[in-house]
């Protein structure tokens, strides 16, 4: 059954503009919390086992990686760790996965914050963060990772579905609010591969960093520029989370060579 969802509101844009994000509560009910959740961790599942192949792991800067399938797996830093962290790209891991790419609660906001009314797929993510095991994610914004593959990046925005509860104790996401209107902020030069991808701290204010404290089923939408980061999970409760990023049609995804295209303008 398809589901109505309202475009994002007056006051949801004015946040949008302003903060860089806003929230929609508990927007998915119990039944579909667990049939995702059950689809993500057989996903994790088949990553593990895929992770364990002779050779297949690489380092960069500390972070340990494997690819499987166009699927690049992120693992936890600690040595001999198989717990996944990150899977990018996961929509094709799963049908339903698959169908949530064109599911009116993502696509109908998306609309008004990418500003076309024909939506394609940019990327996706699974983010992982398991109790007592979950690492923290440095402070950064999303569009240095996509600027040099990507040229129109301010045209992107992401949504996340909180699959857990998101608590300060097992390691919300926290969000700068107003750090996205400078646009693509210094990275840090000189620390490794991947210092450039992480925001320098002398660029904006830390002590305005507001958590995204949110029940299960909840969305975030938020700018790719906005400076986000979050803690470890100190908890013995999971934060799992599934991310899509649109942008406007017809350009093809980031990681995979095609045009994904999103909602029912398409005849989806």
Not at 121 to 130: A, E, P, V
Not at 229 to 246: D, H, I, K, M, V
Request: with cysteine; hydrophobic share 35%.
């Amino acid at each position: 059954m398809t589901r109505k969802a309202p475009r994002a509101t007056q006051e949801e844009r004015k946040a949008y503009e302003q903060d860089g994000f806003f929230v929609r509560q508990a927007v998915f009910d119990r039944d579909e919390l667990a049939d995702l959740r059950a689809a993500a961790e057989r996903s994790v599942a088949e990553a593990e086992c895929a992770a364990r192949a002779p050779d297949a792991l690489y380092a960069i800067d500390g972070n340990r990686y494997v690819e499987a399938g166009g699927t690049t797996i992120q693992l936890e830093h600690q040595e001999g760790l198989q717990t996944v962290r990150v899977l990018e790209p996961f929509h094709r891991l799963d049908p339903r996965f698959d169908e949530l790419v064109d599911d009116p609660r993502f696509v109908e906001p998306m609309r008004d914050l990418v500003g076309a009314d024909e939506l394609c797929l940019f990327t996706d993510k699974l983010n992982l963060k398991r109790p007592r095991e979950g690492s923290r994610f440095r402070w950064h914004q999303d569009s240095p990772y996509w600027v040099f593959d990507c040229a129109h990046v301010d045209r992107l925005a992401n949504v996340m579905l909180a699959l857990d509860e998101a608590r300060r104790e097992n390691g919300c996401l926290c969000l700068v609010p107003g750090s996205h209107r400078a646009g693509l902020l210094p990275g840090l030069e000189g620390e490794g591969t991947l210092g450039p991808l992480f925001t320098d701290p002398r660029s904006f204010d830390a002590e305005l960093a507001v958590p995204a404290e949110m029940p299960a089923g909840s969305l975030l939408f938020f700018s790719p520029h906005v400076v986000h980061g979050s803690e470890p999970n100190r908890s013995e409760s999971p934060r799992r989370a599934l991310l899509f990023t649109y942008q406007p049609a017809p350009y093809r995804m980031f990681k995979i060579p095609s045009v994904r295209p999103a909602g029912s303008y398409f005849g989806r």
